[in-house]
């Protein structure tokens, strides 16, 4: 098990950009998740639904956040995490994982995370994980 990491209020997390999202990455991730809705795979039923596309299950650019998280802190050390969906991501898309400590209280860093395309919000979310 590795040290927890130590942080204050104000540090910023590495940032990690990742992408383009690819029709591999949906795919791959529709078959571990079991999620075939045609929004995923079918460009004309994405359009007639009025998107410019197919596009990503929220809850894999949710994973790709999670694993950034837990690759800084430690996956043994992440004690919650919440996100909330800002907007879809479509294929060719390419997001950027930010984070900042927001507080550290009892041996607990409470952390704001973020994922953007360009200057748009995808994700938002909280996490909470164990500091030294």
């Known amino acids: 098990m590795r040290a927890p990491v130590a942080v204050r209020p104000g540090t910023s997390l590495p940032a990690r950009e990742v992408g383009p999202v690819t029709q591999t990455h949906v795919v791959r991730f529709a078959g571990a998740g079991g999620d075939f809705n045609p929004l995923h795979h079918d460009p004309e039923f994405a359009r007639s639904a009025g998107f410019p596309g197919v596009l990503a299950m929220g809850q894999m650019h949710a994973g790709m956040l999670a694993a950034w998280l ?20 479509f294929l060719g898309d390419t997001l950027l994982f930010s984070g900042e400590v927001r507080s550290v209280d009892n041996g607990l860093a409470e952390l704001q995370l973020t994922a953007t395309r360009g ?7 909280r996490a909470a994980v164990v500091t030294g």
């Open 70 to 89: 837990t690759d800084w802190a430690g996956v043994e050390h992440l004690r919650e995490y919440e996100v909330r969906f800002a907007a879809p991501v």
């Open 119 to 125: 200057e748009d919000a995808v994700l938002r979310a």
